[in-house]
T-cell receptor
Framework: AQSVTQPDIHITVSEGASLELRCNYS??????LFWYVQSPGQGLQLLLKYFSGDTLVQGIKGFEAEFKRSQSSFNLRKPSVHWSDAAEYFC????????????FGTGTSLTVIP | DGGITQSPKYLFRKEGQNVTLSCEQNLNHDAMYWYRQDPGQGLRLIYY???????QKGDIAEGYSVSREKKESFPLTVTSAQKNPTAFYLC?????????????FGEGSWLTVV
């Protein structure tokens, strides 16, 4: 069965420090992978996605993610975190014959300290 | 601008009353979804629809109902049978064109039972 695991429920980083949020997935076929960000009381905003090609994908707000098939991982990174990056981050897999089954991780809450 | 519009943003309901949350999209997407999110929790799928006049139950459909009379609209009714309806509700949509679709979200609706 398809699943997405975000091992870290909560992460705290200092402003200006680097960030890596972990995501592991379980899916038999080629995965379609996504990262979303959610500010309190808001909807989910797409940060980036991987469908094929270069395994390092660039997204909005200075984020990037690397797909590693051998590790079934799609970790999100940012070289220097800003206070405005404090939010909830969700990893997701798109699956199914019509590509309309989406599986979400439980999210990682990011706190940024000055 | 293209997007997904949810209304109202905040809604209060007395126990025993039904309430309907609106979701409209102008992205020309065939598939639409409703998710429930409890504080500090991940997303749980309530209902989804891949075509007009057809929809399927998700993981937590009990106490909810939907309709899909138009491609652009996918309203969710929270019925009095829903035991604990206070939550944040997210509507989403995606294209249906084989593999590799992206799901997009509205800004969400807060429902509080008083």
């Amino acid at each position: 069965a398809q699943s997405v695991t975000q091992p870290d429920i909560h992460i705290t980083v200092s402003e200006g420090a680097s960030l890596e949020l972990r995501c592991n997935y379980s899916y038999g076929a080629t995965p379609y992978l996504f990262w979303y960000v959610q500010s309190p009381g808001q909807g989910l905003q797409l940060l980036l996605k991987y469908f094929s090609g270069d395994t390092l994908v660039q997204g909005i707000k200075g984020f990037e993610a690397e797909f590693k098939r051998s590790q079934s991982s799609f970790n999100l990174r940012k070289p220097s975190v800003h206070w405005s990056d404090a939010a909830e981050y969700f990893c997701a897999v798109g699956a199914g014959n019509t590509g309309n089954q989406f599986y979400f991780g439980t999210g990682t809450s990011l706190t940024v300290i000055p | 601008d293209g997007g997904i519009t949810q209304s109202p943003k905040y809604l209060f309901r007395k126990e025993g009353q039904n309430v309907t949350l609106s979701c409209e999209q102008n992205l020309n997407h065939d598939a639409m979804y409703w998710y429930r999110q409890d504080p500090g929790q991940g997303l749980r799928l309530i209902y989804y629809s891949q075509i007009v006049n057809d929809f399927q139950k998700g993981d937590i459909a009990e106490g909810y109902s939907v309709s899909r009379e138009k491609k652009e609209s996918f309203p969710l009714t929270v019925t009095s049978a829903q035991k604990n309806p206070t939550a944040f509700y997210l509507c989403a949509s995606s294209a249906v064109r084989g593999a590799g679709n992206t799901i997009y979200f509205g800004e969400g609706s807060w429902l509080t039972v008083v």
